[in-house]
């Protein structure tokens, strides 16, 4: 490896309170999955992650602060998020219901409606959505 620095930034939210705690709960173990919109990679014109893919989790202050290594992908539609995902994203969630109103008050938001290029954005249950497993393989020191 060569280094953190030369890895994929692995992103959580937008830099600020969300990130900071999507951030600590990744480091605490608690956060192993999280899922995105399928719309961001089309709009970033990014490729999907990949099994065995590792990345570096960065926190708001744009600091590396742990390498993670994606163990699943799903391409799916949002409709067909179950409970083990939701319970595993690390933030409380204990129906897949509340799971899917706090990510729709993030996907609906100001900030990821700019980011996408659509103010009018709105996410339904065919919004094709990727679900990502990960785990933390090296924890690394602040600068």
């Known amino acids: 490896m060569t280094g953190p620095h030369a890895l994929k930034p692995f992103l959580l939210a937008f830099p600020g309170p969300l990130r900071d705690q999507l951030v600590a709960a990744v480091l605490s173990g608690e956060k192993v999955s999280t899922t995105g919109l399928y719309a961001e990679w089309e709009a970033e014109k990014e490729e999907l992650p990949e099994v065995g893919e590792r990345s570096a989790l960065i926190d708001s202050d744009g600091r590396a602060v742990a390498v993670v290594e994606v163990t699943e992908v799903r391409v799916l539609p949002l409709g067909r998020i179950d409970l083990q995902h939701?319970?595993?994203?690390?933030?409380?969630?204990?129906?897949?219901?509340?799971?899917?109103?706090?990510?729709?008050?993030?996907?609906?938001?100001?900030?990821?409606?700019e980011a996408l290029g659509d103010p009018d954005f709105t996410v339904d249950d065919s919004t094709v959505v990727v679900a990502e497993r990960f785990r933390v393989v090296e924890l690394l020191q602040a600068p």
Do not use: C, I, K, P
Request: hydrophobic share 35%; net charge negative; no cysteine.
């Open 86 to 113: 939701a319970l595993d994203e690390g933030e409380g969630y204990t129906s897949v219901a509340q799971w899917r109103a706090a990510h729709e008050r993030f996907w609906h938001s100001e900030e990821m409606r």
